[in-house]
């Protein structure tokens, strides 16, 4: 068993028992993988000088020694995911300092996590909460980000609560991703904003906290994916019409936006579910781009523009309960890729345009709850599902 090089063993919680005195000696042993290992830590004569990959996810650990730390001097990866009795995890820098991975997901007890700084090769640190943005890994201590090395590209800390800004963020200068779903964030710095040339997805979802974002044209140039999803207290975004690379944007359930920004022309999601928008900016005119566009339960929005013809490329138009919209306008049958129109519970909305014919590739038309809606006009032959249920001063169709 000595020259043992690779072990895996996949549990089920409870299922392995093991004596408290269990040893094994594996000193060669280069990638160890167990699920749901049931002891509070590793066996005292397991010396993981050779060890590349640690992962333990969902373990019964306390701390991987009961005793001093022992080094690692090969390691780069440990995952430690759902651990949740894990108290301690030793001093990666002085023990594993070619750490390339490190994963501790869900370790709700685990209070703090010690320095950083000599990981010189670390890419990825994910720390997100217990099983979404809003449990676990709530008071967390998060060591001071400038002491990590700038080779960092993926950056989780979705669900640590206790983070109300990010310290010294422009000495990550290769970021790729960062992700802090249900932070108490108000704002991303206390001071000016640090360049993120590289960074591409970003996501701040649910920090209900979060008053402002910096302007991303200016020092995130190639983002790709923004999800601000549920941030309650934003209430305004600057301009994104530069980030000419930018796909995705989810605003969703930020309801107190109620200007659009103006988007730039590549996007191809656009989630306005829920904010407070009146009207659209002009550069819809300009979205040659977009697949979907989402605006269910924009109570304030009364109208669309009829530029929204512009969007050639567009599959799904989402308008559900949007309560004081009254009109469709009639360049919707430009729309030739538009396969899902969704208007449900639209209670003001009393008819809709002729030119709704015209949607050459409609499947699906939800029209349920249209209180107003008195007749329908025409409708294409490749329609497969209609529903108009609820309709109630529906008098033809």
């Not at 408290?20 to 000193?27: L, M, V």
């Not at 890994?137 to 590209?153: C, K, Q, T, V």
Request: include cysteine.
């Amino acid at each position: 068993m000595c020259n043992l090089r690779f072990i895996e063993v996949c549990a089920m919680p409870n299922k392995v028992l093991l004596p408290e005195n269990f040893e094994f000696c594996a000193q060669a042993l280069r990638c160890l993988y167990w699920d749901y290992y049931p002891l509070e830590s590793l066996p005292l004569n397991f010396w993981p000088q050779n060890l590349v990959e640690l992962h333990m996810p969902s373990s019964n650990l306390i701390q991987l020694w009961n005793g001093g730390d022992k080094p690692l001097g090969s390691l780069k990866l440990m995952d430690l995911s759902d651990s949740r009795n894990l108290i301690r995890i030793p001093d990666l820098s002085s023990i594993a300092p070619n750490l390339e991975f490190l994963y501790l997901n869900g370790c709700k007890s685990l209070v703090e996590i010690r320095s950083l700084q000599n990981l010189s090769n670390l890419v990825k640190l994910r720390m997100r909460g217990a099983n979404s943005y809003n449990c676990g890994m709530e008071e967390i201590r998060i060591p001071d980000l400038s002491s990590i090395a700038p080779n960092l590209e993926f950056l989780y800390l979705n669900g640590c609560k206790s983070l109300v800004e990010i310290p010294s963020l422009q000495n990550l200068s290769n970021l790729v991703e960062l992700r802090m779903r249900g932070s108490k964030l108000i704002q991303l710095w206390n001071g000016g904003d640090k360049p993120l040339g590289n960074l591409k997805l970003m996501d701040l979802s649910y920090s209900n906290d979060l008053i402002r974002i910096p302007n991303l044209s200016s020092i995130a140039p190639n983002l790709e994916f923004l999800y601000l999803k549920g941030c309650w207290s934003l209430v305004e975004i600057p301009s994104l019409q530069n980030l000419s690379k930018l796909t995705e944007l989810y605003l969703n359930g930020s309801n107190k936006i109620k200007d659009c920004p103006e988007i730039p022309c590549n996007i191809r999601i656009l989630k306005l579910d829920g904010t407070g928008i009146e009207q659209l900016p002009s550069s819809i005119n300009h979205l040659s781009q977009l697949v979907i566009l989402s605006l269910d339960e924009c109570i304030a929005l009364e109208s669309l523009p009829s530029s929204i013809g512009n969007l050639k490329r567009l599959e799904e138009l989402h308008l559900a309960e949007c309560s004081r919209l009254v009109t469709i306008p009639s360049s919707i049958g430009e729309l030739k890729c538009l396969e899902k129109l969704f208007l449900p519970n639209c209670s003001n909305l009393a008819s809709l345009p002729e030119s709704i014919k015209q949607l050459s590739k409609l499947k699906r038309l939800n029209l349920r709850s249209c209180e107003r809606l008195k007749s329908l006009p025409g409708l294409p032959s490749c329609l497969e599902l209609l529903r108009a249920n609820d309709c109630r001063s529906l008098e033809s169709a």
